[in-house]
């Protein structure tokens, strides 16, 4: 079964930092592209940074400057390191995207992980 599994959050102080992982498991080749998105209590859920097989990356304009994403293909995982952080950061994060198959087939994640909080307070 593939999946993605998302770790690395916790409480943390403004301004601090922290890092996100999301290890896709399975059937998977190789990642084609990832997104990181998080969802606030009582918000839609929202963009927070793509990364794509050429190592392209994009932003939403709330976390420009400060957020970071990368790529370990080797491990089949996604990083997202998050600076500066501020109390508007605080959410469930979550990683989603597409991936080649062993049978060399192009799949998007048709399942959400549990995501994984992160809260930012003092």
Not at 32 to 54: C, D, F, H, N
Not at 96 to 117: E, H, K
């Amino acid at each position: 079964q593939v999946q993605v599994v998302e770790s690395g959050g916790g409480l943390v102080q403004p301004g601090g930092s922290l890092r996100l992982s999301c290890a896709a498991s399975g059937s998977i080749f190789s990642i084609v592209a990832m997104t990181w998105y998080r969802q606030a209590p009582g918000k839609q859920r929202e963009l927070v940074a793509t990364i794509t097989s050429s190592g392209s990356t994009n932003y939403g304009d709330s976390v420009k400057g400060r957020f970071t994403i990368s790529r370990d293909n080797a491990k089949n995982t996604v990083y997202l390191q998050m600076n500066s952080l501020k109390p508007e950061d605080t959410a469930v994060y979550y990683c989603n995207g597409s991936y080649i198959d062993n049978d060399y087939a192009l799949n998007i994640f048709d399942s959400w992980g549990q995501g994984i909080q992160v809260t930012v307070s003092s």
